[in-house]
T-cell receptor, first 110, second 114 residues
Framework: SQQGEEDPQALSIQEGENATMNCSYKTSINNLQWYRQNSGRGLVHLILIRSNEREKHSGRLRVTLDTSKKSSSLLITASRAADTASYFCATDERYSTLTFGKGTMLLVSP | KAGVTQTPRYLIKTRGQQVTLSCSPISGHRSVSWYQQTPGQGLQFLFEYFSETQRNKGNFPGRFSGRQFSNSRSEMNVSTLELGDSALYLC?????????????FGSGTQLSVL
């Protein structure tokens, strides 16, 4: 079953603009992770935020977590064409299982 | 360190056949997870192995099975293939799959069932 649900399903922006993707989940979590997938390839881990953290930064990425609303957001600043990919949130509700949402497809046009 | 290696990269089978997919985790990683990815259902968890033991299983029929060897390499098998089994099968490894670990994914095996 899907735990996380990303919003929007698809996002199209110009290079230089910021991209914001949201993720909502249903049950209590230990941490939330964001992954990126280029077309037809494996997923690449971007960032992990623990349930007791509210915000985390990594380069051009900023992730927030609101456990009271059971939601997270991923902000990519100054987007580049190379950021074109699908982005997934994943929650760790059981000890050894990551549950992924259906993802947001991001298209960054030059 | 070499990344997670999945073989084969592409596979075409017909309904009723069976298929075996292989995954070699990053050296030193003891946990291997398998996921099925389809456009309609997204990423669905199949199972996770740790030290040769299946630790968790997703909601898939018994036609889907897997195993892990003493060197942590893992295989998954799908018997009596159905058209709906067409998907990208992804394998991911981590050192212990503790709650705060990230997963390292292979490039996947694209299975087409005709």
């Amino acid at each position: 079953s899907q735990q996380g649900e990303e919003d929007p399903q698809a996002l199209s922006i110009q290079e230089g603009e910021n991209a914001t993707m949201n993720c909502s989940y249903k049950t209590s979590i230990n941490n939330l992770q964001w992954y990126r997938q280029n077309s037809g390839r494996g997923l690449v881990h971007l960032i992990l935020i623990r349930s007791n953290e509210r915000e985390k930064h990594s380069g051009r990425l900023r992730v927030t977590l609101d456990t009271s609303k059971k939601s997270s957001s991923l902000l990519i600043t100054a987007s580049r064409a190379a950021d074109t990919a699908s982005y997934f949130c994943a929650t760790d509700e059981r000890y050894s299982t990551l549950t992924f949402g259906k993802g947001t497809m991001l298209l960054v046009s030059p | 360190k070499a990344g997670v290696t999945q073989t084969p990269r592409y596979l075409i089978k017909t309904r009723g056949q069976q298929v075996t997919l292989s995954c070699s985790p990053i050296s030193g990683h003891r946990s291997v997870s398998w996921y099925q990815q389809t456009p309609g259902q997204g990423l669905q968890f199949l199972f996770e192995y740790f030290s040769e033991t299946q630790r968790n299983k997703g909601n898939f029929p018994g036609r889907f099975s897997g195993r892990q060897f003493s060197n942590s390499r893992s295989e998954m098998n799908v018997s009596t293939l159905e058209l709906g089994d067409s998907a990208l099968y992804l394998c991911a490894s981590s050192p212990n799959r503790a709650g705060n670990e990230k997963l390292f994914f292979g490039s996947g095996t694209q299975l087409s069932v005709l």
